[in-house]
């Protein structure tokens, strides 16, 4: 089973970056690829990007996509995700979670992802 713990929250100031880690301790490259989603409180998760293990295509969600990126270390077992000038808006948990297979290619919904960490709270205040 995937052991997934993310890092690299923490309170910011608006125009500010952010690298997010997410390490699967469990990884033996036999998954598909890692994701990023987002929640504030009373929401559902939002789907922000995500990354395959062997191609390392890569999928972002249009509201970020212009601030975002996503990058993995294969030998590290560790996707990053790279936020730049960050919003109040960017305020949330951000999970990071494991898509065993990939039939349809990177998914964007929450059940397409297997696995998922703890999260780790990202503020932003004006």
């Known amino acids: 089973q995937a052991h997934v713990i993310e890092s690299g929250g923490g309170s910011v100031q608006a125009g500010d970056s952010l690298r997010l880690s997410c390490t699967d301790s469990?990884?033996?490259?036999?998954?598909?690829?890692m994701g990023w989603f987002r929640q504030v409180p009373g929401k559902g998760r939002e789907f922000v990007a995500a990354?395959?293990?062997?191609?390392?295509?890569?999928k972002f969600e249009d509201s970020v996509k212009d601030r975002v990126t996503i990058s993995r270390d294969i030998s590290r077992k560790t996707v990053y995700l790279q936020m730049n000038s960050l919003k109040p808006e960017d305020t949330a948990r951000y999970y990071c979670?494991?898509?065993?297979?990939?039939?349809?290619?990177?998914?964007?919904?929450?059940?397409?992802?297997?696995?998922w960490g703890q999260g780790t709270q990202v503020t932003v205040s004006s």
């Open positions: 979670a494991v898509q065993e297979k990939g039939p349809y290619g990177l998914g964007h919904h929450e059940y397409e992802y297997d696995y």
């Open positions: 990354i395959s293990w062997g191609a390392g295509r890569t």
């Open positions: 469990a990884q033996t490259l036999t998954s598909f690829g």
